[in-house]
């Protein structure tokens, strides 16, 4: 590839993804934008920013030459938890500033895009070489941006009694497959990511793992399922739960997964676009790692390891219900018959891996280090992408981590078992 | 008066204050709506939403026949705290609201405006008679709307690092007069108000109180005056404080009034005009009752009692520093030569005295009564109106109240002592 | 007098007060003198200590040439609040305190007392007037303490699952006489202490206040009546709250008065001598100022205000049933006939006042100023004195004073009124 | 071994193991054994009858005909947190529980012995067989309430500013070796427990893990070594530091390890035997496990893997410091030259690894299983015992666990690496 294909490729490339945010707000008002429902989630306005952010900090600052920033304070405002770079605004603070305001916000943003773009395209071969990885942790980190856009709307719009419509309703209607269990032989493999392509620090290195014998559900548990636990007086029992679950069973008050409400003896479900009746057939989605692992013992089986996971993804394609399809929810719909279904998409899949690092691993130099690594406790792993998840952002080796009581992200429950 | 000339006069006074209402918002982005930066102050958007809903629910659905709301859940979300009409919106929870959009605050609002017109102006003369008192209410509870916006966006501004301006800044410069104690004779005397003029229920019925011959200072205690006390370590020293006051400074870590900042050996205040360098001659504001009471005691001096400074303000014209001036902060400025300055305007006065029911008073009937009768435990009456309070909304007998721990009203000292 | 015989009287005075602390705590096992169940009581031992070192504090370090504390330490662990003596204990932590073990504390009273007689019996007739007023200060600040071993043992009691007997059970058995307001004329009166007996500086100085014409009910309001609004849905309608009243009731989840369990239909209630079915006829107890408020609303009346307790307790006998009688409990007797029963023992009466100073007031100097009046902002008087309190600490003007949530002293509820 | 010697076994163990537990409560006064100076940590009296409680309810009341509880209300009050039992005594509120006295528990005691040793002494071989499992699990049990007792205790005179001894100081005054890293291949290894011996279920079954090559510190952290941390600015960097540790440390108000102390300049340690002067060659105590691996990350290397552990200790003598040496405290002393030291004994190890299940593992049935499995959440794995376990109850396939942020246990640091 000649240099200026290279280059026209990165600035294509970066157009799209940040193009791709815009387009996930499109649908708010510029009173949405400034909304923190709970400490967990950041207004819209601030992940439009953040991720911008991202870019003149690691970049701009970094590599281009006599670069201005356009409000300094913003380097406080906007970064999000980088402790070795400086100070930073309280996260759960977030919804308290009106200012800058979204045109604002807007303007930074497209400063920022510009100054972006001439340094791609003003750099040599050799300079493109230095910032070509970082490019793409940031385009990497707005992808993640734009799931938790996803997921932060709907949050903040379940929290308003008028209940405000995101999207038109799309649905699919098929019945749900039977539930079967596909058996792996274990011993020893391999996990973790190799190869040129991008992936984070702590996917890597690739690594010896041995697996006993496991089975594995041919697709997540469904809403009619997860009914059934319900009925047996799963929220009710304790001997089904972790000391730490069953304490936020207790102090939360949870009886259902997040988003349902009981109305007339009926199961209604909040989406992104509106109320509407529980569909049965679907993945049951939004429960915490804690709800996940109640249900599997309940069930008599487990969560599978993250191991066991990558094992039964590895060599899948990674299609399924992703954001691109605008549903921006589980769908009961199944393509075309095989072993494994909604491996990815859908519903991000809670493993009983805590987030720990592979061994060998290495975070990467400075501030990015903190990207990742940090977090390295008191997390679970969760596997395969969601309905929020873009397509382009989601492999078989991908850990994403939240801690145990999470319900907000787009979770839910595939089986595992022993053979 | 004709009856046609006293409904023009009641449509042209209700047009009036809800639209001085509208101007108080004016300079706000549709960001700044939205915010609610701590549990005390509430959005704008909430302010002009519910003030509405007054009218609405104490007048319109009373009153107009056939009036159909905009949206019934509105009763919901703009429902303050009236517990007898039905459940409301948590409020520390207005903040989370996004929906309904500022544009569609504003439509309810000339729809409630519309309807209301329309009811004075198609009633006879025994149906104002009706509403008339309901109407002045819900106008006198406007206007108490029209400083707790002033008193928010300030707070809400200055949780902003960005420092949001609101107003530009206009200041006097006058030097402070020597602080002069006026005595009073006291004996058996009469306070609360009387006669035809709005009062609210907690200022009736007028009632003797026997009062010892007591002094009262003749202006408000100065920033250069409490910068004596700080000095001497007055928020060091718990001597000088109540047992809870003294609990306070340690939990909240104060070290100073709100909005104080120190930055290279200069106090810096955060005004609605920006921060600016603490103007010395001006009355000290945004203090609780607990550094007031604190102040006094170090001063060797007390809080008046609500009963002395109203015997102290019977029959001085209520004259001031208050929102039309457009200041939107105290002032050094001195009028004329006179005995007692400042008793009305400029900063609210704490007093020492306990809300609590005059003697033989009745709470309003309904859930009117609700309106000042339940707070009557834990807060502590103020007195004379700030630079926040509409001119025509203040009188002698006014009686505000706040908790002993708030700040962020424009509250200021007075001191007062025995002969 | 003579110097001796005042001596005599001084020395069989303090030791009689000073003992029947200790008869108090008799009943106690060694663990029960660790206890502090909640954080508004103190475990005995920690008041067996305490009163030991107001003694030693403020007359023997202060009087006694070349007194040698016991230990040091015992200043930094028994010191209460005293923020001007130096630093202490922190109150919600006395229940880990183990050490000095309650034999060690017995040991340092021992040693206290007899140094303080000592100190008086060598004391020459101007010396013993220097001490004579702290001593009595002393002496009724044991007395307080007293009323709170009683109150606080009962508390950390009622927490044991096992319910521990203090006292073998005594009951009287009377019917309730029916309820009759008593009328008062009102007027330019006076209240507050004069004279010579001992009073605390809170109750001085006499001084006139202006009463309108008012009722007070003959006795306090029943178990029978309080069940009564309970029926009606007492705990259950924000209109008979106050504000911060409702907040209670659902913070705090409130149902009954405390000590109160339903069992089998029946109301059973915790005392002293174990868990019994409720008396009907006695006073009810164990209630909230909010409790009381409401209550009285409810009913159509209001609660008296301390001047109108005052005036219409001045000149009667304080008699009742007090911590001598050993009931540990209210009673259901009644005396002889007579127009205002129950005034002194059995339940301290909440008052509508808030606690604050009267006119011209002047706290004791030094730490002993930090005895009462700091404690004047977010409390409400109390008053007449309950089943636990010593009968010679009791008089018309005694001003007690709690925060309008707390219960758990023996806190009842009389009726008042406008003519 | 015939049936009678095998039941002579038995409950001379049993015997011995309960005398134990006495024996190290000796030194307490019965004030000592009330008090719970915070949630973690229990009241010695409610070790001393949880313990028996536990033999109780899952051996005499199973396996005991006609067995009559003591008092049918200890099973609530002594239950720890079985939930498939019943409900129980919150554990935050031991510490308010005077009754029953410590004579009563020492009475239940002995009445749970007697019958015991009964049911040992008239069990027949197959009866034997069916109790001897659950016997030891109820002995070590025991074994780990009596480190508990230990930690409690000392946490508990901790907090009492009279510093209680609970022994007398017994040291070591050993210079520290260097620090030297050992050298393992890794590979395809096994870990867990198998045979016949006891283990919890938590250890079990043997499996194969997979091992990268690996280094392993020859001994602890000292106390020296930590303190080049400290002087280093480790509690002040955020980049050292986990994002939940950095959290902890800015919660707490982390400086040092738990029971550190400055004073003009000197560290001093609160230890069972009084404050002293710290000793540097000492392996550093009370640490979580956030200090241990911003300490690791500081240091260059890492904690260990609780596999990378157990390989290195397989085939280790568990011989060191434990609590029958009654240092009650880590030493400075080292004994024979050899390639690993105080692998056993001293202080409790943190691993990087997450308490999680075994591939395969089965927790006991019924309430036993809650013992281990329910706390597979947020908790991370510490190996080889401390100076407060007892000698009989520790092996190299030992899981302990804790959660990362705890300090009052005697935890440290064994450093790790790549190779």
Same mark, same amino acid.
């Given at each position: 590839?000649?240099?200026?294909?290279?280059?026209?490729?990165?600035?294509?490339?970066?157009? +799209?993804?940040? @193009?791709?945010? &815009? *387009?996930?707000? $499109?649908? =708010?008002?510029?009173? /949405?934008?400034?909304?923190?429902?709970?400490?967990?989630?950041?207004?819209?306005?601030?992940?439009?920013?953040?991720?911008?952010?991202?870019?003149?900090?690691?970049?701009?600052?970094?590599?281009?030459?006599?670069?201005?920033?356009?409000?300094?304070?913003?380097?406080?405002?906007?970064?999000?938890?980088?402790?070795?770079?400086?100070?930073?605004?309280?996260?759960?603070?977030?919804?308290?500033?009106?200012?800058?305001?979204?045109?604002?916000?807007?303007?930074?943003?497209?400063?920022?895009?510009?100054?972006?773009?001439?340094?791609?395209?003003?750099?040599?071969?050799?300079?493109?070489?230095?910032?070509?990885?970082?490019? +793409?942790?940031? @385009?990497?980190? &707005? *992808?993640?941006? $734009?799931? =938790?856009?996803?997921? /932060?709307?709907?949050?903040?719009?379940?929290?308003?009694?008028?209940?405000?419509?995101?999207?038109?309703?799309?649905?699919?209607?098929?019945?749900?497959?039977?539930?079967?269990?596909?058996?792996?032989?274990?011993?020893?493999?391999?996990?973790?990511?190799?190869?040129?392509?991008?992936?984070?620090?702590?996917?890597?290195?690739?690594?010896?793992?041995?697996?006993?014998?496991?089975?594995?559900?041919?697709?997540?548990?469904?809403?009619?399922?997860?009914?059934?636990?319900?009925?047996?007086?799963?929220?009710?029992?304790?001997?089904?739960?972790?000391?730490?679950?069953?304490?936020?069973?207790?102090?939360?008050?949870?009886?259902?997964?997040?988003?349902?409400?009981?109305?007339?003896?009926?199961?209604?479900?909040?989406?992104?676009?509106?109320?509407?009746?529980?569909?049965?057939?679907?993945?049951?989605?939004?429960?915490?790692?804690?709800?996940?692992?109640?249900?599997?013992?309940?069930?008599?089986?487990?969560?599978?390891?993250?191991?066991?996971?990558?094992?039964?993804?590895?060599?899948?394609?990674?299609?399924?219900?992703?954001?691109?399809?605008?549903?921006?929810?589980?769908?009961?719909?199944?393509?075309?018959?095989?072993?494994?279904?909604?491996?990815?998409?859908?519903?991000?899949?809670?493993?009983?891996?805590?987030?720990?690092?592979?061994?060998?691993?290495?975070?990467?130099?400075?501030?990015?280090?903190?990207?990742?690594?940090?977090?390295?406790?008191?997390?679970?792993?969760?596997?395969?992408?969601?309905?929020?998840?873009?397509?382009?952002?989601?492999?078989?080796?991908?850990?994403?981590?939240?801690?145990?009581?999470?319900?907000?992200?787009?979770?839910?429950?595939?089986?595992?078992?022993?053979?």
């Amino acid at each position: 590839m000649t240099i200026t294909l290279k280059k026209d490729a990165l600035v294509s490339r970066y157009k +799209e993804v940040r @193009l791709f945010t &815009e *387009q996930i707000v $499109q649908p =708010l008002e510029v009173e /949405d934008y400034i909304i923190q429902a709970n400490a967990d989630s950041s207004p819209p306005k601030w992940h439009i920013a953040h991720t911008t952010w991202f870019f003149e900090r690691f970049i701009l600052k970094e590599f281009k030459k006599d670069y201005q920033e356009l409000n300094p304070q913003f380097d406080y405002l906007f970064n999000s938890y980088y402790e070795t770079i400086g100070p930073f605004h309280p996260r759960h603070h977030r919804g308290v500033l009106a200012r800058p305001s979204v045109e604002e916000v807007y303007t930074y943003r497209k400063y920022v895009d510009e100054n972006m773009v001439q340094l791609m395209e003003n750099s040599n071969e050799s300079e493109i070489d230095e910032i070509k990885s970082l490019l +793409e942790i940031g @385009l990497q980190h &707005e *992808q993640q941006h $734009q799931e =938790l856009l996803i997921t /932060d709307i709907k949050y903040n719009f379940s929290q308003n009694p008028l209940f405000p419509v995101y999207a038109p309703l799309k649905t699919s209607n098929n019945d749900q497959i039977p539930i079967l269990f596909k058996e792996f032989q274990g011993g020893l493999l391999e996990i973790g990511h190799s190869g040129d392509d991008f992936s984070f620090d702590n996917e890597r290195p690739r690594h010896k793992v041995w697996l006993e014998p496991f089975i594995l559900a041919n697709r997540p548990v469904t809403n009619r399922e997860f009914l059934l636990f319900m009925e047996d007086g799963g929220y009710k029992k304790p001997e089904f739960w972790l000391s730490d679950g069953w304490a936020a069973v207790k102090k939360f008050g949870w009886q259902s997964p997040l988003y349902w409400r009981k109305e007339n003896e009926e199961w209604m479900q909040f989406t992104l676009s509106g109320e509407k009746l529980l569909h049965l057939d679907e993945p049951v989605c939004h429960v915490s790692f804690y709800e996940a692992d109640a249900y599997a013992r309940w069930a008599g089986k487990r969560l599978p390891t993250e191991a066991e996971w990558e094992v039964a993804a590895e060599g899948l394609i990674p299609q399924g219900n992703f954001v691109e399809n605008q549903y921006f929810h589980p769908l009961s719909s199944l393509e075309e018959q095989k072993s494994l279904f909604k491996m990815f998409g859908d519903v991000w899949e809670w493993t009983s891996s805590a987030y720990s690092p592979y061994p060998r691993s290495k975070p990467l130099e400075g501030a990015l280090g903190e990207y990742n690594a940090k977090f390295m406790c008191n997390q679970m792993v969760l596997r395969g992408g969601s309905c929020a998840t873009p397509s382009t952002h989601i492999r078989a080796t991908y850990r994403n981590f939240f801690q145990p009581e999470k319900r907000w992200q787009f979770t839910g429950i595939r089986l595992a078992g022993n053979v």
